[in-house]
């Protein structure tokens, strides 16, 4: 397994304390669910909330935009498509998110056309596709005559086929990832359909930050991958992709690495090549952080009584009787393994497998002795005479 240069700490993570010392270091468990684990962040936009958010549960967070939101000033086809959707005079408009609905009109603003945009969709029957982009559009001064009830672009597009839209000019408010299907059913069913993307997607600052987080989801230097946008996801895939790293990323996304996304438009990638991402309930950020956090304390926390003590293994944090333990990594893929096996012992040869020690029998008594010596009391792990190892319970 090839090694990974660390991605540096984000600026509100415990190495990168000003005083010097981890803020949560003192925390519990309950307080810090996250402790032990490392989080990778994908997001641009709003990444700060969710950084700040992992970090004061305990998570360490490896942050690596895959995709920033280009400047309204450099996006000409916005503008364009706007004065389109004015000159057309749709019948209906279609907002699918509150931060698309809000740099819509700010764009236009800026580009002296609000009070015309505004006017124009005044006079349209304005559609949402939730409760966040209802606001957005109530805050503009407009109204509403329907909803999602499932906050999907798809479930509108049913509403209005229901109701007929042939000979209609529908304007659909798209949000950086175009569901094709669903502009396509509303043209199938007769529909002049025009489209603005309040924001595209470009490269960010730093491109090799990406690659770095590819490698350590490829090595299980992770354990959960974090997804905002649909855009983000295709961007990974086609940095892998450049790096000869896709089908080794695929596959451990798909067994080592969890992936957690804030909707269903931003997992359909992920299902496409058939990895299951969490996906919370409520489509907010606010419910994916919890999801997250139940899920790693449901699978990822392992614990067992021991005639050394109490063990707890949350990620790469070990905590015997309550008192931290630091572990190189050999040491503690070989102790979770151990703890997994919950005191029954494990072959010397699946224990030179699960390390890629090839069959060296050198390597894993070290490997078992670096254990020991960093253990508060080495004989924790028993040496099972022509058998293997386990933990004394």
Same mark, same amino acid.
């Given at each position: 397994?090839?090694?990974?240069?660390?991605?540096?700490?984000?600026?509100?993570?415990?190495?990168?304390?000003? !005083?010097?010392?981890?803020?949560?270091?003192?925390?519990?468990?309950?307080?810090?669910?996250?402790?032990?684990?490392?989080?990778?962040?994908? !997001?641009?936009?709003?990444?700060?909330?969710?950084?700040?958010?992992?970090?004061?549960?305990?998570?360490?967070?490896?942050?690596?935009?895959?995709?920033?939101?280009?400047?309204?000033?450099?996006?000409?086809?916005?503008?364009?498509?706007?004065?389109?959707?004015?000159?057309?005079?749709?019948?209906?408009?279609?907002?699918?998110?509150?931060?698309?609905?809000?740099? #819509?009109?700010?764009?236009?603003?800026?580009?002296?056309?609000?009070?015309?945009?505004?006017?124009?969709?005044?006079?349209?029957?304005?559609?949402?596709?939730?409760?966040?982009?209802?606001?957005?559009?109530?805050?503009?001064?407009?109204?509403?005559?329907?909803?999602?009830?499932?906050?999907?672009?798809?479930?509108?597009?049913? $509403?209005?086929?229901?109701?007929?839209?042939?000979?209609?000019?529908?304007?659909?408010?798209?949000?950086?990832?175009?569901?094709?299907?669903?502009?396509?059913?509303?043209? $199938? !069913?007769?529909?002049?359909?025009?489209?603005?993307?309040?924001?595209? #997607?470009?490269?960010?600052?730093?491109?090799?930050?990406?690659?770095?987080?590819?490698?350590?989801?490829?090595?299980?230097?992770?354990?959960?991958?974090?997804?905002?946008?649909?855009?983000?996801?295709?961007?990974? #895939?086609?940095?892998?992709?450049? $790096?000869?790293?896709?089908?080794?990323?695929?596959?451990?996304?798909?067994?080592?690495?969890?992936?957690?996304?804030?909707?269903?438009?931003?997992?359909?990638?992920?299902?496409?090549?058939?990895?299951?991402?969490?996906?919370?309930?409520?489509? %907010?950020?606010?419910?994916?952080?919890?999801?997250?956090?139940?899920?790693?304390?449901?699978?990822?926390?392992?614990?067992?009584?021991? %005639?050394?003590?109490?063990?707890?293994? %949350?990620?790469?944090?070990? %905590?015997?009787?309550?008192?931290?333990?630091?572990?190189?990594?050999?040491?503690?893929?070989?102790?979770?393994?151990?703890?997994?096996?919950?005191?029954?012992?494990?072959?010397?040869? !699946?224990?030179?497998?699960?390390?890629?020690?090839?069959?060296?029998?050198?390597?894993?008594?070290?490997?078992?002795?670096?254990?020991?010596?960093?253990?508060?009391?080495?004989?924790?792990?028993?040496?099972?005479?022509?058998?293997?190892?386990?933990?004394?319970?």
């Amino acid at each position: 397994m090839n090694a990974v240069a660390p991605l540096e700490p984000t600026a509100g993570s415990p190495a990168a304390s000003p !005083s010097g010392t981890a803020p949560d270091a003192a925390l519990e468990p309950a307080d810090a669910p996250l402790e032990g684990f490392r989080i990778g962040v994908t !997001s641009h936009r709003r990444s700060r909330d969710l950084i700040e958010a992992l970090e004061r549960r305990g998570a360490e967070v490896l942050h690596a935009p895959a995709l920033k939101i280009a400047p309204v000033q450099e996006d000409v086809s916005l503008i364009e498509d706007t004065k389109a959707i004015i000159a057309a005079r749709p019948d209906i408009c279609i907002a699918t998110t509150a931060y698309g609905m809000r740099r #819509w009109c700010e764009a236009a603003d800026t580009f002296g056309i609000g009070e015309e945009l505004l006017e124009t969709l005044g006079a349209t029957r304005m559609f949402v596709r939730g409760p966040k982009a209802r606001g957005a559009v109530r805050a503009a001064g407009l109204a509403d005559v329907g909803i999602s009830s499932d906050e999907t672009t798809a479930t509108l597009v049913d $509403m209005l086929l229901a109701e007929g839209v042939r000979g209609k000019t529908v304007a659909v408010q798209l949000h950086g990832y175009t569901d094709v299907r669903q502009l396509e059913r509303l043209r $199938m !069913s007769g529909a002049n359909v025009l489209t603005v993307t309040p924001y595209r #997607w470009v490269k960010p600052d730093g491109e090799d930050r990406l690659p770095r987080l590819i490698e350590a989801v490829c090595n299980g230097s992770l354990d959960v991958l974090t997804f905002t946008s649909a855009p983000a996801v295709d961007a990974l #895939w086609s940095t892998a992709h450049e $790096m000869g790293l896709y089908q080794q990323l695929i596959e451990s996304l798909k067994t080592t690495v969890t992936t957690a996304v804030v909707g269903p438009v931003t997992a359909q990638p992920l299902l496409d090549v058939g990895i299951k991402p969490l996906i919370p309930e409520r489509f %907010r950020m606010g419910a994916l952080i919890r999801l997250v956090c139940e899920h790693l304390a449901l699978n990822h926390v392992r614990r067992l009584d021991t %005639r050394s003590g109490n063990i707890e293994l %949350r990620g790469r944090s070990l %905590r015997i009787d309550g008192e931290p333990v630091e572990l190189a990594p050999a040491p503690l893929l070989l102790l979770r393994a151990l703890l997994g096996a919950g005191g029954s012992v494990l072959s010397r040869e !699946s224990l030179s497998e699960l390390l890629e020690l090839r069959g060296s029998v050198h390597a894993l008594d070290m490997t078992v002795s670096r254990l020991r010596s960093s253990l508060p009391d080495g004989k924790l792990v028993e040496t099972v005479v022509k058998r293997g190892y386990r933990l004394r319970v």
